[in-house]
């Protein structure tokens, strides 16, 4: 249910504060930068910020038929000016969003948030003075206590994979009208789980994909990520990320009996399995990804949180960001068939603390570029992050679930949550996306993804992009076969000509139907080119 929006919904004890910063900021701007613009065709500032906060939200808006102004609702999700939350005001027709505008920080290294509103149901902007930096489209919260900055991961599956049958009719009925997935994406959910700045909980959706999906009766690698494509609207203005969560496995018969199951893998090293190597099998994924759903992915959750030294070496230069640490578990299971859920993180930290792994042991800081984070833990490891933040560290902890709980309600750590914040009432914690963690604890302003414009000539294909790369970019090709590959640029290293970043790819000699090319920037914002044809 959408109702009308309450009036400002500040907290008290930041009420004075924000006046006061209010009044000076309004004061030296001379009531030159403090604007309200109605969205109307004649503002036109107002439209030109639409049009970007649209593109930063891939939203579809500019697409949707126009609807009559009366029927349009405005809903502004952090309720008000409320300056410590990052959140999206949105423009629905029934039950449709036709545009939607994010809170921003107005500039690199401005200490201004850029904050929408609903007045008289329309959207509204105004600028505020953060008085401790903006960051993630936020005012960073008073220095003093440390803040808990607190990650929802979902897990986002299938129901049950027979790991028997070689060909699984997917069971999707979690998803669509009346399922789990629709409540957790609906007001009532919503509402009821704020964190201390009143901000809606917000969900980091893993979607999986792996090489049963592919060899379902619905063939399509990716049907977790076409399935919740209904919802990639309102996820984005609820503040949710889509992302990468990848089941290392293949068809096989370990012990020769003749009897074949869906086995996790534990190589990552060339070794063949029955519909390609290993290395192959994740590839085709990502090259699936970019592709058919025109994705990519710059964090990542491991299926069963399973990673080797290999692995983890291949994905240092796929994605910057990586959840699957699950310090200090290990499951190791008999390596006869039915394996799945085998992992060890036995040697890694198993506080809150990212590191970058080591090029020879996964589990061990080094010398990579990529960090990995842990995601799930204890009670004991909450109360261990609220200690720290009570002595003045900012910490971002993360917890998963899986998409088939219904409702999600063994989001036991909801509950631990406030367990914990009574014995530490005067540490704050926040709801984060898991993009939006990172960039918030390490400073980073950058939000943008890189433009990236591809110049061809005949079979030869060169990326330009506008900023460097986290890795060198995932060149993917559809062959007429319908299988996938990867296709890496001739050099990865880039050509840097003044403000610009080039990669070439020759395509000459190879037989495909479909070419694109996906990457990443240092700070996880991802981009993928238009397809080409052969
Ligand atoms: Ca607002
Ligand atoms: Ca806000
Ligand atoms: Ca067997
Ligand atoms: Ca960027």
């Excluded at 970007?52 to 309720?79: F, G, H, R, Y």
């Excluded at 409540?183 to 009532?188: A, D």
Aim: proline share 4%; charged share 20%; glycine share 6%.
């Amino acid at each position: 249910m959408r109702k009308r929006i309450k009036p400002k919904r500040i907290k008290k004890d930041n009420l004075l504060i924000s006046l006061a910063v209010f009044v000076f900021f309004v004061i030296i701007f001379a009531g030159i930068v403090y604007k309200n613009h109605g969205y109307t065709k004649q503002a036109f500032g107002l439209e030109n910020e639409a049009v970007s906060i649209d593109n930063k939200l891939t939203s579809t808006a500019s697409k949707m038929p126009n609807q009559p102004l009366a029927l349009e609702t405005c809903q502004d999700n952090d309720e008000g000016m409320n300056f410590e939350v990052q959140s999206t005001v949105s423009i629905y027709s029934d039950q449709t969003i036709l545009r939607s505008y994010q809170d921003y920080c107005q500039a690199n290294g401005s200490n201004v948030v850029v904050e929408y509103t609903c007045q008289n149901n329309q959207p509204q902007m105004g600028y505020h003075y953060c008085l401790n930096g903006c960051v993630s489209g936020a005012c960073k919260p008073a220095p003093g206590k440390g803040t808990i900055y607190v990650i929802h991961a979902v897990d986002t599956e299938e129901m049950g994979l027979d790991p028997k049958q070689q060909i699984n009719t997917l069971n999707l009925s979690n998803y669509g009208p009346g399922s789990d997935v629709e409540y957790v994406l609906s007001e009532p959910y919503r509402n009821v789980n704020r964190d201390s700045f009143g901000g809606k909980i917000k969900l980091s959706w893993f979607l999986m994909n792996d090489e049963a999906y592919c060899q379902s009766t619905q063939a399509d690698c990716n049907i977790i990520h076409t399935t919740m494509r209904q919802y990639t609207q309102k996820a984005k203005a609820y503040g949710d990320t889509y992302s990468w969560h990848y089941h290392h496995q293949d068809w096989n018969d370990l012990n020769n009996d003749g009897i074949f199951f869906w086995n996790q893998l534990l190589t990552f090293n060339q070794t063949p399995y029955t519909h390609g190597t290993d290395v192959e099998l994740a590839e085709k994924m990502l090259a699936s990804q970019i592709l058919d759903q025109q994705f990519y992915p710059s964090l990542i959750r491991m299926g069963w949180v399973w990673e080797n030294t290999d692995f983890s070496n291949w994905l240092d230069d796929i994605l910057p960001y990586d959840f699957s640490n699950l310090a200090p578990m290990y499951n190791n299971q008999s390596t006869s068939d039915g394996i799945g859920n085998v992992y060890d993180w036995r040697r890694a930290l198993a506080n809150w603390s990212a590191y970058h792994p080591s090029s020879s042991d996964y589990q061990l800081p080094g010398n990579l570029k990529r960090q990995v984070f842990k995601c799930g833990g204890s009670l004991a490891d909450v109360f261990n992050a609220f200690n720290l933040a009570n002595q003045g560290q900012d910490v971002l902890i993360c917890t998963y679930i899986h998409s088939n709980y219904v409702y999600f309600d063994r989001y036991s750590w909801l509950n631990s949550l406030h367990e914990v914040i009574r014995r530490y009432p005067e540490v704050k914690y926040k709801f984060v996306n898991a993009l939006e963690g990172i960039h918030i604890m390490q400073n980073i302003i950058d939000e943008q993804a890189p433009s990236a414009n591809v110049n061809r000539q005949g079979e030869v294909y060169t990326l330009i992009t506008n900023e460097p790369l986290f890795a060198y970019p995932f060149g993917a090709i559809k062959k007429p076969d319908g299988s996938y590959a990867r296709i890496k640029p001739q050099v990865l290293e880039p050509v840097i000509s003044g403000t610009s970043y080039g990669w070439t790819f020759n395509l000459a000699g190879l037989d495909y139907s479909e070419f694109a090319i996906g990457g990443s920037d240092q700070s996880g914002n991802t981009f993928v080119t238009q397809k080409y044809l052969d």
